[in-house]
């Protein structure tokens, strides 16, 4: 059974920080990353990763203030979230799928159960 379970989520003021962890089980995934949904808005890329390269994808709005990272033995990839802003504000959805390439943006084929972060003006 494939899993993909989030970790990190919180509330933090603006300009702080949080670290998300997603730790994948039940198969390998070439690509994995996160999405998020804010209230009353449709669900966003936000940043993606190859396993097997070194291929970064981010969105425009997190590009300089969020990281994405793997962690290869514990099959687990973080998102280092910086400089977090209001508008963050979301619940963030951990990613996998099996191919690599620029329509992963659009949507992966396996999604976790989301955490919640919260920022505060």
């Known amino acids: 059974q494939v899993q993909l379970v989030e970790s990190g989520g919180g509330w933090v003021q603006a300009g702080g920080s949080l670290r998300l962890s997603c730790a994948a089980s039940?198969?390998?995934?070439?690509?994995m990353g996160w999405f998020r949904q804010a209230p009353g808005e449709e669900r966003e890329f936000v940043a993606a990763?190859?396993?097997?390269?070194?291929?970064?994808y981010y969105d425009d709005s997190v590009k300089g203030r969020f990281t994405i990272s793997r962690c290869n033995a514990k099959n687990t990839v973080h998102l280092q979230m910086n400089n977090l802003k209001p508008e963050d504000t979301a619940v963030y959805y951990c990613t996998g799928d099996k191919d690599w390439g620029p329509g992963i943006v659009n949507g992966m084929k396996y999604w976790g159960k989301g955490t919640l972060v919260t920022v505060s003006s």
């Open positions: 990763l190859s396993w097997s390269g070194g291929g970064r």
């Open positions: 039940g198969r390998t995934f070439n690509a």
